[in-house]
C-alpha cells in the first residue's frame, strides 16, 4: 500500500517536472496558447494591465501596437525584427511599450519573447478599442537580425490596386479573404496627408464632399504629416471602415480598392452590416497572420531588450 501510493507520487513529480520542463523549453512543435500556462502564467494578466493603461492616456496606442504587429509579421515572420529595424513607418521610439520590464519583472526573468509581447500586445489593444477578442497562438523567438530591405518589399503600399494586395498576402499563406479580414484593421488610427494625397487629388472613386474636406486638411504640398481617421470613428473597433467604403469614403487608395468593382466587393458589403460577421473573421484571420514563420525551437533568441539582440 505504502509502496505504490510511493509510486503514485513519484509519477505525479515526474508528470508536474515534465510538464514545467516542457514550459520553459523553446516549444519545438509549433504555437500553443498555454505556452506559458506554467512557467509564467503572470505574464498574459501583466501585458494586458501595460495595454490597457497605455490606450487609456492615448487611444492612439492601441492603432499604433496593431500595425506593428502586422508589420513584424509581413517581414520575414512574426520575430520582432520590426523592433531592431529604424522603420520609416513606424515609430517604434514612440512605442515605449515592448520595451517596458514590467513582464520580466512578472515572470523573474525574461523569458516572454518580444515577438509574443507584440502578438498579445495586437489582440489587447484591439479588446481595449472595443473589438473582438481571440485567444493568441504562443512560443515566438525573436530574431537575431533586421530585415530592413525586406521591409520595403514585403509591406503592402497604399497606392496598390487590388491584384497586388491579393499578391502580397498571398506571398504570406493569406488569402483574400483574410486581406479584407485584415484591412478592417483600419477601422482604429489615423494615416498622414503623404499617404492619401494623390488619392485626395487624383482618385474618381472618392465621394466629392469627402475629397473636398480632405483637400483642406491635406493640401497639394506641404503639411505631409496633417492626420486624418482611417475612418469616421479611429478609436473604435467597429464596421464603419466597411460601411465607409461603399460610400466611396475610403481614405488610402488600397482601403478603396477593396470596393471598386472586383472580387472583393460581395465581403465588403457582408462585414458592412455584419459586424459580427467581421470580428469573428478577423480574429481568425489575426490567429492565422501571427502563425506566419515563427522562429521556434532552438531558432532565435528571447530578447532581453526587444530593441537590440542580446
Ligand atoms: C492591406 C494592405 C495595407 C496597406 C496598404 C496599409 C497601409 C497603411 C498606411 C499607409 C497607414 C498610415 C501610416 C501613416 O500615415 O503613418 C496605415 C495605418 C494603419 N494600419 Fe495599415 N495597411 C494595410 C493593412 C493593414 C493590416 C493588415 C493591419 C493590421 C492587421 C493594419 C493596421 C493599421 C493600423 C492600426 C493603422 C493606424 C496606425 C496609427 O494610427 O498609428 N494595416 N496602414
Ligand atoms: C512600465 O511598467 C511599469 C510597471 O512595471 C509602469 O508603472 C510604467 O507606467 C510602464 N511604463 C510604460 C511607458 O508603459
Ligand atoms: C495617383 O493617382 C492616379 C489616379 O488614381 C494614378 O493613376 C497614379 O498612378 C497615382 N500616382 C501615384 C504616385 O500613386
Redesign the pocket.
Known amino acids: 500500500m505504502a509502496f505504490s501510493s510511493l509510486n503514485f507520487f513519484r509519477a505525479l513529480l515526474l508528470l508536474f517536472l515534465a510538464t514545467s520542463a516542457f514550459s520553459t523549453r523553446p516549444y519545438k512543435e509549433g504555437l500553443t496558447p498555454h505556452f506559458y500556462d506554467y512557467a509564467c502564467p503572470q505574464a498574459l494578466p501583466a501585458i494586458k494591465h501595460?495595454v490597457e493603461?497605455?490606450v487609456q492616456q492615448e487611444r492612439r496606442m492601441g492603432a499604433s501596437l496593431l500595425r506593428l504587429h502586422f508589420h513584424d509579421c509581413f517581414v520575414n515572420g512574426c520575430d520582432a525584427s520590426i523592433l531592431l529595424d529604424p522603420s520609416p513607418t513606424i515609430d517604434s521610439e514612440k512605442l515605449?511599450?515592448p520595451n517596458?520590464?514590467?513582464v520580466d519583472?512578472a515572470c523573474g526573468y525574461s523569458l516572454v519573447s518580444c515577438a509574443d509581447i507584440l502578438a498579445i500586445a495586437a489582440r489587447d489593444s484591439v479588446v481595449a478599442l472595443g473589438g473582438p477578442s481571440w485567444e493568441v497562438q504562443l512560443g515566438r523567438r525573436d530574431s537575431t537580425r533586421a530585415s530592413r530591405t525586406t521591409a520595403n518589399t514585403d509591406i503592402p503600399a497604399p497606392n496598390m490596386d487590388l491584384p497586388s494586395l491579393i499578391s502580397t498576402f498571398q506571398k504570406q499563406g493569406l488569402n483574400t479573404r483574410d486581406l479584407v479580414a485584415l484591412s478592417g484593421a483600419h477601422t482604429i488610427g489615423f494615416a498622414q496627408c503623404r499617404v492619401f494625397r494623390n488619392r485626395t487629388y487624383n482618385d474618381a472613386n472618392m465621394a466629392a464632399d469627402f475629397a473636398g474636406s480632405l483637400q483642406s486638411l491635406c493640401l497639394r504640398t506641404g503639411e505631409d504629416s496633417n492626420l486624418a481617421g482611417l475612418d469616421p470613428s479611429p478609436a473604435q473597433f467597429d464596421a464603419l471602415y466597411f460601411h465607409n467604403l461603399l460610400a466611396q469614403k475610403g481614405l488610402l487608395h488600397s482601403d478603396q480598392a477593396l470596393y471598386s468593382g472586383g472580387s472583393t466587393d460581395e465581403l465588403v458589403k457582408t462585414y458592412s452590416d455584419d459586424a459580427e460577421a467581421f470580428w469573428d473573421d478577423f480574429a481568425k484571420s489575426m490567429i492565422k497572420m501571427g502563425n506566419i514563420k515563427p522562429l521556434i525551437g532552438n531558432q532565435g533568441q528571447i530578447r532581453l531588450n526587444c530593441r537590440t539582440v542580446n
Request: aromatic residues 12%; charged residues 10%; glycine residues 0%.
Open positions: 501595460v493603461a497605455a515605449a511599450f517596458n520590464n514590467s519583472k
